[in-house]
């Protein structure tokens, strides 16, 4: 499973990088991707990235704010999220894919715990 950290409460405009970290040797699938869920909404997703991170996809939502990166000698995927909004409150998950342009969170396995991210107004 793929624990994510790193959440926490920050006032709009602030910044978080969120870790994702492989409980195995290594990732599950090639590709990794960040979700986020918030009270009462479906999960969605955020961003992708593809195996040596050469390829990466967002949500244009975070376009421009968010960059996601990984260092597979640490079997660790970040989640790096600039001038944070209110409405990026939400849980955030990452998992793992086989093709990095999957957005669809059924494409995606290795689910685990989440970390809360909290943006104030």
């Known amino acids: 499973q793929l624990q994510a950290s790193g959440g926490g409460l920050v006032q709009a405009g602030g910044s978080l990088r969120l870790s994702c970290v492989s409980s195995?040797?290594?990732?599950?699938?090639?590709?990794l991707g960040w979700f986020r869920q918030a009270p009462g909404k479906e999960r969605e997703f955020v961003a992708s990235i593809s195996w040596f991170g050469s390829s990466s996809l967002y949500a244009n939502s975070v376009k421009g704010r968010f960059a996601i990166s990984r260092d597979n000698a640490k079997n660790t995927a970040y989640l790096q999220m600039n001038n944070l909004e209110p409405e990026d409150t939400a849980v955030y998950s990452c998992?793992?894919?086989?093709?990095?342009?999957?957005?669809?969170?059924?494409?995606?396995?290795?689910w685990g715990r989440g970390t809360l991210v909290t943006v104030s107004s």
């Open positions: 195995r040797r290594t990732f599950n699938g090639p590709s």
């Open positions: 998992a793992s894919t086989t093709l990095y342009t999957a957005t669809n969170p059924k494409m995606y396995d290795s």
